[in-house]
């Protein structure tokens, strides 16, 4: 018996739909209102599933969902696929584990280095 992954059930799609059908609507009939321009609207989706373990079948997912986008995946730090509808981008991430690992090694630093607010003038004095 086979495992089957459905990382994109994220909630209730219909209203998902609906809300961006709304947002569309809201943007239409409100032109004081800005809307995003070319490239500034990305929609973005990540799979789920432990990247240790699971890191097959969220490829997998990257595959089927720019199969059905009509577009291919591309591998670099993470795998992605995105179709552009426009100036808005619809994009489904897998973050592989080693980008993961290496990511969550540079941020283990965040609390340690602390930077100096302190101003100088040009003679020395500190402010």
Wanted: glycine share 8%; aromatic share 8%; charged share 20%.
């Amino acid at each position: 018996m086979g495992t089957s992954y459905r990382f994109l059930a994220f909630g209730d799609r219909a209203a998902a739909v609906a809300g961006l059908r709304q947002l569309a609507d809201f943007l239409e009939s409100h032109p004081q209102v800005p809307a995003p321009g070319r490239y500034d609207t990305d929609i973005t989706l990540f799979t789920r599933g432990n990247t240790d373990t699971d890191e097959g079948a969220c490829r997998v997912e990257v595959d089927r969902v720019a199969a059905a986008l009509g577009v291919a995946a591309t591998s670099g730090e993470h795998y992605t696929a995105v179709r552009t509808f426009g100036p808005v981008n619809y994009r489904i991430v897998h973050i592989p584990a080693a980008a993961e690992r290496a990511f969550n090694a540079r941020r283990s630093y965040h609390d340690v280095v602390q930077v100096d607010t302190t101003t100088t003038t040009e003679t020395g004095a500190v402010s």
